[in-house]
């Protein structure tokens, strides 16, 4: 069974960092690209990031571009995004989702960043 | 960036009748279009593909059409474990997919 699994989030003033982990399992890691969507409260779903099968490539939206970094670790099975000069509007339950060629047919339950004072 | 649109916000349905959800793309996006489900509290769920082909284990009861910039989700007869909303995603900008507002569909 394919399985995703945040971890990380939580409470961060303004400015601050936070590093989320999203572990895998269930599948062959190292041949899937993957995402980072999130959700603020209420809200609808923004693509956040994408990271190549190896790592190679990497993109990010513009508005967290510069700020926020995806990197993957294949031997451990994992995806990280490293996220700092947290603004308010980073607030938002943060995914992690498997990529295929025609959209994210996998996604983990979601790990929730606070960002406030 | 390609904006995709999503009508109506909210659709009111009773069990047992259809649904016809739409979406639409600021630009024409060809086939490359997903649709997804998201129940309160969870994360979403892949159901359509390439604008019409439903994933792995869902209900035939979805189906998808369109192409270029019009697009629709019918849900033929509302489960009552259907009563969600619903997004559609662009895949044809890689890797900026981006996602319409989303659909609530809520009970009559």
């Known amino acids: 069974e394919v399985q995703l699994v945040e971890s990380g989030g939580g409470l961060v003033q303004p400015g601050g960092s936070l590093r989320l982990s999203c572990a895998a399992s269930g599948f062959t890691f190292n041949t899937y690209g993957m995402n980072w969507v999130r959700q603020p409260p209420g809200k609808g779903l923004e693509w956040v990031s994408y990271?190549?099968?190896?790592?190679?490539?990497?993109h990010y939206a513009d508005s967290v571009k510069g700020r926020f970094t995806i990197s993957r670790d294949n031997a451990k099975n994992s995806l990280y995004l490293q996220m700092s000069s947290l603004r308010d509007e980073d607030t938002a339950v943060y995914y992690c989702?498997?990529?295929?060629?025609?959209?994210?047919?996998?996604w983990g339950q979601g790990t929730l960043v606070t960002v406030s004072s | 960036e390609i904006v995709m649109t999503q009508s109506p916000a909210t659709l009111s349905v009773s069990p047992g009748e259809r649904a016809t959800l739409s979406c639409r793309a600021s630009q024409s996006v060809s086939s490359n279009l997903a649709w997804y489900q998201q129940k309160p509290g969870q994360a979403p769920r892949f159901l359509i593909y390439g604008a019409s082909s439903r994933a792995t284990g869902i209900p035939a009861r979805f189906s998808g059409s369109g192409s270029g910039t019009e697009f629709t989700l019918t849900i033929s007869s509302l489960q009552s474990e259907d009563f969600a909303v619903y997004y559609c995603q662009q895949y044809n900008d890689w890797p900026q997919w981006t996602f319409g507002q989303g659909t609530k569909v809520e009970i009559k």
């Open positions: 990271i190549s099968h190896t790592g190679t490539a990497t």
């Open positions: 989702a498997r990529a295929l060629r025609d959209g994210y047919d996998a």
